[in-house]
Each structure stands twice: as structure tokens, then as C-alpha cells.
Antibody, heavy 119, light 107 residues
């Protein structure tokens, strides 16, 4: 059974940093594209970043480029999102999500971890 | 960036109803259009991928169709557990945008 368990969320001041982790089980992270998707309280879904199965291709939404970095530790089957220079508008639940394939939809979601950016 | 619009933004229906709503893309996404269901406090769930393919384990009361810029999502017979918000998402090109959602509630 595929499971994705996120951690690392919390309260941080504007300009601060957080590192989200997502431990995957039931499959190998290096086999599928992996994503971070966020949802601000009471709002819709926003794609944040994707890394290909090979790790060679990485994409970000414009609003986080230069501030967020997606990465993987295949030996620990863990996905990360390093978030720097956090802004109030980054406040959201962040979901770790597995894709079926690059084009084929996102078929497994973690439970989400809440990031609150506030002074 | 490809923008997705969903209509209606909300609809009220009864158990047993057939409901259909739409997703329109600002430019072609071929068939790389997916549909998700989200219930309050829960993570989204993939229902349909690449426009018309039913995700494993998902009820066959859900279906999708379309290509290019216009897509439909249908629930053939609404069940009590289907009251939720439904999002479309394109995976044709990054950023992999989501639509704003269609909320289905009880009439």
C-alpha cells in the first residue's frame, strides 16, 4: 500500500525558513514524478513543484522560484521541500503527492502539513 | 500559463441525480486533464486521469470526457458520499494548474 507521510510544518515568521519532509512507503520514490501541492485555508489547490522520477527535471510555480527547492533522498525514500524567505501568502497546507506518470494525474496524496507564516 | 475555468462554481443536487460540470482550458491541453474530489479536511482524491480514464478503485458512476480545451465530468447517479468539491487539473505543461473547483451540495 502506498503511503505518504509529511512532516515539518509549523509557525514561522515572514522571511524565515522551513523544511518539509515526506516519507514514502509502498513504492520507490525514484520511479515516479513527485510533487508538492498546497492549499491556503478555505481556498483551492495550487501546484507548487514537481521533480521527475530520474530527478533530472524540476519545475516550480513562479511565485516560489528562487525561494523553494524540491529534492529527494532515494536511500531514505524521502521527498523534501526547502522553503526559504517565507511570505504570509505561503500559508497553506502542503501536500506531498505521487504522480502516476508525468502526464497521468496525481494518484496518491499525503495527509498534508500546515505551514503558517505570521509575525 | 494555462488557465482553467470550471462551471458552475457550485450546484445543488439530490441523491440519484445525474450531474455534469465542465472545465475549460485557456489553450489546448490535449487529453492531459485530470479530475479530483476533495471532502472537507481531507486530501484530494484522483478520480479521472487523462480526460476519461477511471482511476483504479474509483466508482464507475464517475466519468470524464473531452479533449483540447473543453472537458466534462459526470456523476451518473449521485450518492451521499459524493457531496464534495471537484477540481480539474491540467498536466499538459507546467505550471500544472488546477481549476477553482465545483462544489456539489445537497439540494
Amino acid at each position: 500500500e502506498v503511503q505518504l507521510v509529511e512532516s515539518g510544518g509549523g509557525l514561522v515568521q515572514p522571511g524565515g525558513s522551513l523544511r518539509l519532509s515526506c516519507v514514502a512507503s509502498g513504492f520507490s520514490l525514484s520511479t515516479f514524478p513527485m510533487n508538492w501541492v498546497r492549499q491556503a485555508p478555505g481556498k483551492g489547490l495550487q501546484w507548487v513543484s514537481t521533480v521527475s522520477g530520474s530527478g533530472n527535471v524540476v519545475h516550480y510555480v513562479d511565485s516560489v522560484k528562487g525561494r523553494f527547492t524540491i529534492s529527494r533522498d532515494n536511500s531514505k525514500n524521502t521527498l523534501f521541500l526547502q522553503m526559504n524567505s517565507l511570505r504570509v501568502e505561503d500559508t497553506a497546507s502542503y501536500y506531498c503527492v505521487k504522480s502516476r506518470s508525468w502526464y497521468g494525474g496525481m494518484d496518491n496524496w499525503g495527509q498534508g502539513t500546515l505551514v503558517t507564516v505570521s509575525s | 500559463d494555462i488557465q482553467l475555468t470550471q462551471s458552475p462554481s457550485s450546484l445543488s443536487a439530490s441523491v440519484g441525480d445525474r450531474v455534469t460540470f465542465t472545465c475549460r482550458a485557456s489553450q489546448t491541453v490535449s487529453t492531459y486533464l485530470n479530475w479530483y474530489q476533495q471532502k472537507p479536511g481531507k486530501a484530494p482524491k484522483l478520480l479521472i486521469y487523462t480526460a476519461s480514464n477511471l482511476q483504479s478503485g474509483v466508482s464507475s458512476t464517475f466519468s470524464g470526457s473531452g479533449s483540447g480545451t473543453d472537458f466534462n465530468f459526470t456523476i451518473s447517479s449521485l450518492q451521499p458520499e459524493d457531496f464534495a468539491t471537484y477540481y480539474c487539473q491540467q498536466t499538459y505543461s507546467t505550471p500544472f494548474t488546477f481549476g477553482p473547483g465545483t462544489k456539489v451540495d445537497v439540494k
